[in-house]
């Protein structure tokens, strides 16, 4: 599985924006799927997850109630609905996958495959 994540950019505080994390490969449906972010000078924190089927997700908690991920598995699309923005979202958002279940605690290391980061900045 192959991931390539896009739709970064500059916001203002309030604003939207929606990433999306394009997937190749048959195996994709049955992927758990996750977003994390890298803010400047910080580690890897993962912001939302979800299973294959797409039933269960996570939330970090900065971030429920702002930001939805859902996937589209005939498309190998997995996306980031993020509303309500705040200068603290500011990071690069990366998308990955693993072939099995994930949750919020799922170690980076777990992960099978990650896509290449986007930049979001949000400005005040």
């Known amino acids: 599985v192959q991931l390539q994540a896009y739709g970064g950019g500059l916001v203002q505080a309030g604003g939207s924006l929606r990433l999306s994390c394009v997937a190749s490969g048959r195996t994709f449906s049955s992927n758990a799927m996750a977003w994390f972010r890298q803010a400047p000078g910080k580690e890897r924190k993962i912001v939302a997850g979800?299973?294959?089927?797409?039933?269960?997700?996570y939330y970090t908690d900065s971030v429920k109630g702002r930001f939805t991920i859902s996937r589209d598995n005939a498309k190998n699309v997995v996306y980031l609905q993020m509303n309500s923005l705040k200068p603290e979202d500011t990071a690069v958002y990366y998308c990955?996958?693993?072939?099995?279940?994930?949750?919020?605690?799922?170690?980076?290391?777990?992960?099978?495959?990650w896509g290449q980061g986007t930049l979001v900045t949000v400005s005040s």
């Open positions: 979800m299973r294959g089927s797409g039933v269960l997700t």
């Open positions: 990955a996958a693993r072939r099995y279940g994930v949750t919020l605690t799922t170690p980076m290391r777990d992960y099978d495959y």
